[in-house]
């Protein structure tokens, strides 16, 4: 199992920025695919962005051009929100799967039955 702790979360007008970050326990960079995910209330957990092991990226329409994600050696994901809206408030957590030997592949980067090891999240507040 990886431990992996999301920080940087918090309240913030409309058209602001956050980046979040997520520490991983073990050697993630090259190894491990990973990926943002968010739930807002009465709502199911979706993709927002992810990363592979060959560091390739894929990202939900909601976020796509207003978003960056990427990892720094050797355990830690970032990813860096601009032009917050109201509908991208929701608990954020991050996930990975690993180690592998080849990456989780662009079909299977954004599906969060892909990924076995959880965050405990981290509260991002939008207000208008």
């Known amino acids: 199992q990886v431990k992996l702790v999301e920080s940087g979360g918090g309240s913030v007008q409309a058209g602001g920025s956050l980046t979040l970050s997520c520490a991983a326990s073990v050697d993630t960079y090259s190894t491990y695919c990973m990926g943002w995910f968010r739930q807002a209330p009465g709502k199911e957990r979706e993709g927002v962005a992810a990363?592979?092991?060959?560091?390739?990226t894929r990202y939900a329409d909601s976020v796509k051009g207003r978003s960056s994600i990427y990892k720094e050696k050797p355990n830690t994901m970032y990813l860096q929100i601009n032009g917050l809206k109201p509908e991208d408030t929701a608990m954020y957590y991050c996930a990975a799967e690993g180690p592998r030997r080849y990456g989780c592949g662009w079909h299977y980067m954004l599906r969060n039955t892909e990924y076995p090891n959880w965050g405990q999240g981290t509260q991002v507040t939008v207000s208008s």
């Open positions: 990363i592979d092991s060959d560091l390739s």
